[in-house]
C-alpha cells in the first residue's frame, strides 16, 4: 500500500484561503468517506483538525473545512492567520481495514 | 479528559525488540468505542500508521503491511494498557513513535506524548 499523495508545500498570504490536495486510490479514498486530516507544530503530536471528510472536531475552528471528490481529498483552510504555519498530513481508512498517511504538506504563511 | 502516558527504552540495539507501552486514563481500553492505535513518525518515512487493537465483544488487531509479520499490539484490561512489540528492528525502525486513540471513524482525538526510539549499536 502507498502513502497517499499531498503536495510538499503550499504558502499563502494572512486573510487568503488555501487548500491542500490528498490524492489516493478508489481502494481508499474513493472507497470511503474516512480522511482525516492533521494539523502538526515542530515538535508536537498531530492534532485532529477533520475527520469523516469534512467534520470538525469540537474546538476546531470553522476556517477549516473539507471536501472529497473521487479519489481526492481535500482540505481549505480560509482567513489564513499566522498560526495556521504548521505541517497538515491527510489520513485515510484502506482496504484491509488499515490506515494510510500522506507525505505531509508544510504550509508556510507568508 | 483522556490521557495516554507512553513509556519504553529510547535505544534498541539491532536485530533486538522495541517494547513500548501506552497506559490509559480516563478511559478503558476494553471500551467498544474506540480503537487504540499506534503510529510512528520519521523524517524519512513521514507518519506511518503501525497497527491498532480494539475490543468489540471480542478482542481484535489490525496491522500495516509494511511491518505485519514484526508486529504485536496487545491491550492489557488489568493494567488498562497497550502495548508494542516491533521485532528485529533495523535503524529505519528509527522514529517518534506514538500511541493514539481513535474514537471511531478515524476521531484520531487523544495522542500520548511520543517516544523517540533510536535502533543503534
Known amino acids: 500500500q502507498s502513502a497517499l499523495t499531498q503536495p510538499a508545500s503550499v504558502s499563502g498570504s494572512p486573510g487568503q484561503s488555501i487548500t491542500i490536495s490528498c490524492t489516493g486510490t478508489?481502494?481508499?479514498?474513493?472507497?470511503?468517506?474516512?480522511v482525516s486530516w492533521y494539523q502538526q507544530h515542530p515538535g508536537k503530536a498531530p492534532k485532529l483538525i477533520i475527520y469523516e471528510g469534512s467534520k470538525r472536531p469540537s474546538g476546531v475552528s470553522n476556517r477549516f473545512s473539507g471536501s472529497k471528490s473521487d479519489n481526492t481529498a481535500s482540505l481549505t483552510i480560509s482567513g489564513l492567520q499566522a498560526e495556521d504555519e504548521a505541517d497538515y498530513y491527510c489520513s485515510s481508512f484502506a482496504r484491509s481495514s488499515t490506515w494510510l498517511f500522506g507525505g505531509g504538506t508544510k504550509l508556510t504563511v507568508l | 479528559q483522556v490521557q495516554l502516558r507512553q513509556s519504553g527504552p529510547g535505544l534498541v540495539r539491532p536485530s533486538q525488540t522495541l517494547s513500548l507501552t501506552c497506559a490509559i486514563s480516563g478511559d478503558s481500553v476494553s471500551t467498544n468505542s474506540a480503537a487504540w492505535n499506534w503510529i510512528r513518525q520519521s523524517p524519512s518515512r513521514g507518519l506511518e500508521w503501525l497497527g491498532r487493537t480494539y475490543h468489540r465483544s471480542a478482542w481484535y488487531n489490525d496491522y500495516a503491511v509494511s511491518v505485519r509479520s514484526r508486529i504485536t499490539i496487545n491491550p492489557d484490561p488489568s493494567k488498562n494498557q497497550v502495548s508494542l512489540q516491533l521485532n528485529s528492528v533495523t535503524p529505519e525502525d528509527t522514529a517518534m513513535y506514538y500511541c493514539?486513540?481513535?474514537?471511531?471513524?478515524?476521531?484520531?482525538?487523544?495522542w500520548g506524548q511520543g517516544t523517540s526510539v533510536t535502533v543503534s549499536s
Open positions: 478508489s481502494s481508499d479514498v474513493g472507497s470511503y468517506n474516512l
Open positions: 493514539a486513540r481513535d474514537g471511531g471513524s478515524g476521531l484520531v482525538d487523544v
